[in-house]
């Protein structure tokens, strides 16, 4: 399985980032205030939206797997929290509440709202808490519960997002590692972490998936030319060739510091989910999720470009080939995360999601 979650009482300074501290406050404010769904959007006073960052539901299919943009038109309440007011709380049937709020909700399948603004030191972001079941407001107890937390979290921004430029900073220093082996690939990388987010990925196995994406072709300088362009099935000795470029990309990863990590995973990703793949004929789970990821993705922009005498495909023909392969090739829950993140343009921002457990 996929899916790692940390804990209920992980406190909020644990945040390995502040996409994830932003996931995490999500989850308190809905269990604090026995709620349904939380949303936290940054907010862009250049273009008068709000840009979805991070949520977390008990309903995971009432959620779009990309973020949503959001014009502040249209809805005066929320504008007038996010320009100093308190927090505005409605619900479905409220005779007083604001009409384009009230739609929202129906929209959502929620019965009640609560919207809060959160100042960090750098952004400033609208706080919306739904619930499912009530037929009334959240009350005054539950909103100052809510303003102390999110006032908590805005405290603990800055050092969070210190803590995105350190790991960014590592994977940089990777970066200049992969292209002293000719193996930095910067585009996939960011396609197989929206895949990565989908999935539910924490942030630990997030920072991992990249840096297999970043080096996914270790080695692949060891095929020649000729074989990588051939179109005609490979003889076992050609086949014996390809197969060792793994190998040769293991050992190159090896030597790099910030690379060395990878090894197994970038080894992994020529395995098959039915277990025809190389080198070992790794099946199932026994394939690291990251190589499983990178796989996919690696896979439909080969297609998207083509290679040798196969011509490039168009998004919808190389999404029906990956589901084709599902369960065969490739691991069905990622071609369904990788069918939901991925459009002609590459890959759509998401939703940093967090699910209650079962």
């Avoid at 909103?143 to 921004?157: N, P, S």
Wanted: with cysteine; charged share 25%; glycine share 10%.
């Amino acid at each position: 399985m996929l899916l790692q979650r940390r804990t209920p009482q992980d406190g909020l300074a644990e945040a390995a980032g502040s996409r994830e501290l932003l996931s995490l406050l999500c989850e308190q404010l809905a269990d604090r205030l026995s709620a349904s769904d939380c949303l936290i959007s940054l907010v862009d006073r250049d273009r008068g939206v709000t840009v979805d960052v991070a949520g977390f539901t008990h309903t995971p299919e009432r959620w779009r797997s990309a973020a949503g943009e959001y014009p502040l038109a249209g809805y005066p309440a929320t504008r007038a929290v996010l320009d100093g007011g308190p927090p505005y709380t409605t619900w479905v049937g409220d005779p007083d509440g604001d009409p384009a709020e009230i739609g929202y909700l129906r929209e959502m399948g929620v019965r009640a709202g609560l919207l809060l603004r959160m100042q960090g030191a750098h952004e400033e972001l609208l706080v919306e808490v739904w619930s499912d079941s009530r037929d009334h407001a959240f009350g005054r107890r539950e909103i100052r519960r809510a303003q102390r937390l999110v006032q908590r979290a805005g405290g603990l921004l800055a050092q969070a997002a210190e803590r995105d430029r350190e790991q960014e900073q590592a994977f940089l220093r990777a970066a200049k590692e992969a292209r002293e082996i000719g193996a930095a690939d910067l585009e996939l990388a960011d396609t197989a972490v929206a895949i990565g987010e989908r999935l539910l990925l924490d942030d630990a196995a997030l920072r991992q998936l990249r840096l297999v994406a970043l080096v996914h072709e270790a080695g692949g300088s060891a095929i020649p030319p000729q074989l990588r362009a051939k179109g005609a099935p490979l003889t076992p000795v050609e086949w014996a060739v390809v197969q060792r470029h793994t190998l040769i990309g293991q050992r190159m990863l090896a030597r790099m510091p910030y690379l060395r990590e990878t090894v197994a995973e970038v080894g992994a990703i020529r395995e098959h989910w039915d277990g025809n793949g190389y080198p070992h004929g790794f099946a199932g789970e026994e394939i690291p999720p990251a190589a499983r990821i990178v796989a996919v993705c690696s896979s439909y922009r080969a297609m998207r470009r083509g290679r040798g005498d196969r011509q490039p495909l168009g998004h919808a023909e190389a999404v029906a080939e990956l589901r084709r392969c599902a369960g065969t090739r490739f691991d069905p829950a990622v071609v369904d995360a990788a069918v939901d993140v991925i459009d002609p343009a590459g890959a759509r921002p998401t939703v940093r999601l967090r699910v209650a457990a079962i």
